[in-house]
């Protein structure tokens, strides 16, 4: 499945962001049967789970995000956002959304998010 992430940028500490993943040319029946995921890479790093969410909508969180971002789905628009607040420096990184149903995962071409302190 093809993914399209957007909505990054520059945001001062404490600040939010939304960020978006479409999969346009999914087929609706068959994208509500993947499990969709945020993961972000910062420099030096390696690339972290961040927030995911099954079919069923369960909901699944790092740590060092829990109680600050939240990963929703809507299957109509074919679309997963992911909600940020109380953004940090830490979080800067570049996120990827991920799509996975147990036969390969597919990934988008990432998006970077800037926290400044």
């Known amino acids: 499945v093809q993914l399209q992430a957007s909505g990054g940028g520059l945001v001062q500490a404490g600040g939010s962001l939304r960020l978006t993943c479409a999969a346009p040319?999914?087929?609706?029946?068959?994208?509500?049967?993947?499990?969709m995921a945020w993961y972000r890479q910062a420099p030096g790093k390696q690339r972290e789970l961040v927030a995911s969410?099954?079919?069923?909508?369960?909901?699944n969180y790092a740590d060092s995000v829990k109680g600050r971002f939240t990963i929703r789905r809507d299957d109509s628009q074919k679309k997963i956002y992911l909600q940020m607040s109380s953004l940090k420096p830490e979080d800067t990184a570049v996120y990827y959304c991920?799509?996975?149903?147990?036969?390969?995962?597919?990934w988008g071409q990432g998006t970077l998010v800037t926290v400044s302190s």
């Open positions: 040319r999914a087929i609706t029946s068959v994208y509500r049967m993947y499990t």
């Open positions: 969410i099954t079919g069923g909508s369960g909901t």
């Open positions: 991920n799509a996975d149903r147990g036969d390969g995962a597919s």
